[in-house]
Protein backbone atom coordinates (compact mmCIF):
# COMPACT_ATOMS: atom_id res chain seq x y z
CA UNK A 1 0.00 0.00 0.00
CA UNK A 2 2.39 2.35 1.23
CA UNK A 3 5.96 2.65 -0.90
CA UNK A 4 8.74 5.08 -1.09
CA UNK A 5 9.07 7.61 -3.45
CA UNK A 6 12.76 8.02 -5.36
CA UNK A 7 12.81 11.29 -3.89
CA UNK A 8 12.51 10.21 -0.21
CA UNK A 9 15.70 7.76 -0.68
CA UNK A 10 18.62 8.95 1.14
CA UNK A 11 21.32 8.14 -2.09
CA UNK A 12 20.92 6.38 -5.48
CA UNK A 13 20.98 2.92 -4.96
CA UNK A 14 24.15 0.91 -4.98
CA UNK A 15 23.63 -0.41 -8.75
CA UNK A 16 23.29 3.48 -9.84
CA UNK A 17 25.95 3.88 -7.77
CA UNK A 18 28.46 2.04 -9.20
CA UNK A 19 27.38 2.79 -12.80
CA UNK A 20 28.10 6.44 -12.45
CA UNK A 21 31.49 5.71 -11.17
CA UNK A 22 32.63 3.39 -13.81
CA UNK A 23 30.93 6.62 -16.32
CA UNK A 24 33.25 8.97 -14.78
CA UNK A 25 36.52 7.03 -14.86
CA UNK A 26 36.19 5.87 -18.59
CA UNK A 27 35.55 9.78 -19.85
CA UNK A 28 38.20 10.79 -17.48
CA UNK A 29 41.26 8.82 -16.05
CA UNK A 30 42.37 8.62 -12.55
CA UNK A 31 45.38 9.91 -13.02
CA UNK A 32 44.94 13.05 -15.20
CA UNK A 33 48.70 13.77 -16.41
CA UNK A 34 47.37 16.60 -18.33
CA UNK A 35 49.49 20.10 -18.08
CA UNK A 36 48.05 22.21 -15.52
CA UNK A 37 46.84 25.85 -16.65
CA UNK A 38 50.26 28.14 -17.48
CA UNK A 39 51.63 29.94 -14.68
CA UNK A 40 51.97 33.81 -15.04
CA UNK A 41 55.17 35.11 -15.93
CA UNK A 42 56.41 36.84 -12.83
CA UNK A 43 56.65 40.41 -12.77
CA UNK A 44 60.31 42.13 -13.04
CA UNK A 45 62.15 42.48 -9.89
CA UNK A 46 62.39 46.45 -9.06
CA UNK A 47 65.38 48.02 -7.59
CA UNK A 48 64.58 51.11 -6.90
CA UNK A 49 66.40 54.81 -7.21
CA UNK A 50 67.08 54.97 -3.39
CA UNK A 51 68.69 51.06 -3.30
CA UNK A 52 72.73 50.91 -4.15
CA UNK A 53 73.61 47.16 -4.13
CA UNK A 54 77.35 45.93 -4.20
CA UNK A 55 77.79 42.56 -5.19
CA UNK A 56 76.69 40.30 -8.11
CA UNK A 57 73.01 39.69 -8.96
CA UNK A 58 71.64 36.97 -10.87
CA UNK A 59 68.33 35.64 -11.88
CA UNK A 60 66.34 34.03 -14.68
CA UNK A 61 63.63 36.63 -14.48
CA UNK A 62 63.83 40.12 -15.42
CA UNK A 63 65.67 42.87 -13.21
CA UNK A 64 64.59 46.93 -13.62
CA UNK A 65 67.10 48.48 -11.99
CA UNK A 66 66.24 52.59 -11.11
CA UNK A 67 69.24 52.45 -8.54
CA UNK A 68 72.97 51.94 -7.81
CA UNK A 69 74.54 48.71 -8.67
CA UNK A 70 78.64 47.91 -7.73
CA UNK A 71 78.77 44.43 -9.37
CA UNK A 72 78.33 42.42 -12.15
CA UNK A 73 74.08 41.40 -13.74
CA UNK A 74 72.75 38.36 -15.44
CA UNK A 75 69.36 38.48 -16.14
CA UNK A 76 66.61 37.06 -18.43
CA UNK A 77 65.85 40.95 -19.63
CA UNK A 78 67.29 43.76 -17.91
CA UNK A 79 65.88 47.23 -18.18
CA UNK A 80 68.35 50.35 -16.78
CA UNK A 81 66.14 53.38 -15.48
CA UNK A 82 67.18 56.51 -16.77
CA UNK A 83 68.40 57.56 -13.23
CA UNK A 84 70.11 54.09 -12.91
CA UNK A 85 73.73 53.58 -12.63
CA UNK A 86 75.72 50.12 -12.96
CA UNK A 87 79.53 49.45 -12.35
CA UNK A 88 79.98 46.34 -13.85
CA UNK A 89 79.29 42.88 -16.38
CA UNK A 90 76.01 42.81 -17.99
CA UNK A 91 74.79 39.42 -19.30
CA UNK A 92 71.32 39.19 -20.25
CA UNK A 93 69.26 37.71 -22.86
CA UNK A 94 67.54 41.19 -24.03
CA UNK A 95 69.19 44.47 -22.29
CA UNK A 96 67.26 47.91 -22.86
CA UNK A 97 69.56 50.87 -21.43
CA UNK A 98 68.29 54.50 -20.51
CA UNK A 99 70.63 55.23 -17.98
CA UNK A 100 74.72 54.47 -17.23
CA UNK A 101 76.31 51.53 -17.72
CA UNK A 102 80.44 51.26 -16.75
CA UNK A 103 81.22 48.06 -17.99
CA UNK A 104 81.01 45.62 -20.78
CA UNK A 105 77.53 44.64 -21.94
CA UNK A 106 76.40 41.10 -23.77
CA UNK A 107 73.43 40.40 -24.48
CA UNK A 108 71.21 38.75 -27.50
CA UNK A 109 69.80 42.01 -28.30
CA UNK A 110 70.81 45.23 -26.59
CA UNK A 111 68.84 48.59 -27.13
CA UNK A 112 70.45 51.84 -26.09
CA UNK A 113 67.50 54.24 -25.59
CA UNK A 114 68.19 58.06 -26.72
CA UNK A 115 69.12 58.82 -22.53
CA UNK A 116 71.91 55.72 -22.01
CA UNK A 117 74.68 56.30 -21.56
CA UNK A 118 77.30 53.64 -21.72
CA UNK A 119 81.15 53.62 -20.92
CA UNK A 120 82.59 49.92 -22.21
CA UNK A 121 82.37 47.21 -24.95
CA UNK A 122 79.05 45.91 -26.55
CA UNK A 123 78.91 42.12 -27.49
CA UNK A 124 75.56 41.28 -29.49
CA UNK A 125 73.42 39.66 -31.33
CA UNK A 126 71.65 42.47 -32.60
CA UNK A 127 71.37 45.79 -31.29
CA UNK A 128 69.87 48.95 -31.94
CA UNK A 129 70.72 52.73 -30.87
CA UNK A 130 68.85 55.57 -30.64
CA UNK A 131 69.40 58.44 -31.58
CA UNK A 132 70.66 60.64 -28.64
CA UNK A 133 72.71 58.08 -26.81
CA UNK A 134 76.53 58.55 -25.85
CA UNK A 135 78.51 55.65 -26.30
CA UNK A 136 82.06 54.86 -25.52
CA UNK A 137 83.47 51.55 -26.39
CA UNK A 138 83.95 48.85 -29.05
CA UNK A 139 80.54 47.22 -30.70
CA UNK A 140 81.14 43.72 -31.21
CA UNK A 141 78.75 41.33 -32.86
CA UNK A 142 78.50 37.19 -32.20
CA UNK A 143 76.46 34.51 -32.60
CA UNK A 144 76.41 33.63 -29.03
CA UNK A 145 77.40 36.75 -26.91
CA UNK A 146 75.88 35.54 -23.84
CA UNK A 147 78.74 33.06 -24.02
CA UNK A 148 82.04 34.61 -22.18
CA UNK A 149 83.89 32.97 -25.45
CA UNK A 150 85.15 34.16 -28.67
CA UNK A 151 83.51 33.26 -31.87
CA UNK A 152 85.49 30.65 -32.91
CA UNK A 153 84.65 29.09 -29.15
CA UNK A 154 88.18 29.56 -27.86
CA UNK A 155 88.59 31.52 -24.87
CA UNK A 156 90.18 34.97 -25.37
CA UNK A 157 93.86 34.57 -24.48
CA UNK A 158 94.96 36.70 -21.24
CA UNK A 159 97.81 39.07 -21.32
CA UNK A 160 100.43 37.54 -19.47
CA UNK A 161 100.48 39.64 -16.28
CA UNK A 162 104.47 40.65 -15.18
CA UNK A 163 105.56 40.14 -12.01
CA UNK A 164 106.10 43.36 -9.64
CA UNK A 165 109.60 42.80 -8.47
CA UNK A 166 111.24 44.93 -5.62
CA UNK A 167 114.07 47.22 -5.81
CA UNK A 168 116.91 46.45 -4.12
CA UNK A 169 116.35 49.34 -1.25
CA UNK A 170 112.88 48.15 -0.90
CA UNK A 171 114.09 44.82 -0.23
CA UNK A 172 117.19 46.21 2.15
CA UNK A 173 114.35 48.30 4.19
CA UNK A 174 111.95 45.03 4.16
CA UNK A 175 115.29 43.52 5.83
CA UNK A 176 115.38 45.69 8.15
CA UNK A 177 112.29 45.96 9.67
CA UNK A 178 111.73 42.30 9.99
CA UNK A 179 115.07 42.01 12.02
CA UNK A 180 113.96 44.60 14.17
Do not use: C
Request: proline share 6%; hydrophobic share 35%; no cysteine.
Amino acid sequence: MFSKSRIQEPGPKKAEAEATASYDTQTRPMNDYSTPAPKAKPAASVLSSDLTIVGNLKTTGDIQVEGTVEGDIRAHLLTVGEQATIRGEIVADDVVVNGRVVGRVRGLKVRLTSTARVEGDIIHKTIAIESGAHFEGSVQRQEDPLNGNNQRGQQAPKAAQPQPQQSQAVSEAVAAKTAV
